[in-house]
């Protein structure tokens, strides 16, 4: 009997630990099952998401580093290139501050247009020659209208040299397309302005007691001015620099004003002006095309 009563003892005990081992084996199953299904829910759900531009989107771990596409970046300031000036070579010719900053604005700004050019001082009496690209080709003295001004009388051109008044007798300030041709006698000269019978050429004898060789051969600009006004300028000069730059070629002659200045004529800036403030003012270069002539002032 004993023997029996300990048997179904032992049988109860081990059904009521078995029992337990299920209910427990049940729940860790569960468990199981539940972290199962969180660590699914956590892997897709934010790739479900994405296209919906979740605000909890995982960040990119690749490198433990934050995507540089998330990171936010500061725009650096454009700088921009510095323009490069372009000066006129003047060489070694001696030359006044008005004509070295015209001839720079001549080429920094390429008003010549890519032909060769020639700028008349006649403050100073002097003309230089430049190629296209505003190399030096020449200097000489000049002389110029006997009458200080800068614009022609109306009409000048078609006048008797006899019946210009010496008041009259003005170069005209200003751009002028140029080229050469022949005058009445058959000479070359380079017509500066067929309209008012304006050109440059090789020094005339003139009356004798104008002594125009002499007056180009002294030092001095104030003895230089002579002429109905025309250009004169010595004949080697004219032969060996003027002839050969405009053969073949139109080219743009700058005369330089003397009671006006240079931005108001021309509308021109300094070129070593280091705010550099190219406003032209309205003002439109004084241009005047050589058309046709019957005559031109000596």
Known sequence: MRSNAKKHKGDSLFEL????FKRLAGSSL???????????????????AAPNSSPFSAPDLTLGLISPASASTTAEPQVSPAKLVRLANFGMEVFSVESRKLADWVVDSADNGKLPFMIIDKVQAQVFVFDAQGQI??????????AVGDDSVPGIGQRKLSSIRPEERTTPAGRFVASLDRDIHGQEVLWVDYDTALSLHR????????????????QSPADNRISFGCINVPVKFYEQVVSPSFTGTNGIV????????????????????SSRKQALA??????NSATKANSSPP
């Open 137 to 146: 080709r020449g200097a000489s003295a000049a002389l110029l209208g006997l």
């Open 203 to 218: 020094v005339v004898k003139g009356q004798p007691n104008e002594r125009r060789a002499e007056r180009l051969a002294t």
């Open 282 to 287: 309205g003002v439109a270069p004084v241009t």
């Open 17 to 20: 630990k078995k029992m337990r």
């Open 254 to 273: 700058y005369i330089l004003p003397e009671r006006r200045s240079a931005r108001e004529v021309f509308g021109s800036y300094d070129v070593m002006d």
């Open 30 to 48: 569960a468990r199981c099952l539940l972290m199962f299904v969180v660590t699914v829910n956590s892997l897709t759900l934010p790739a479900a």
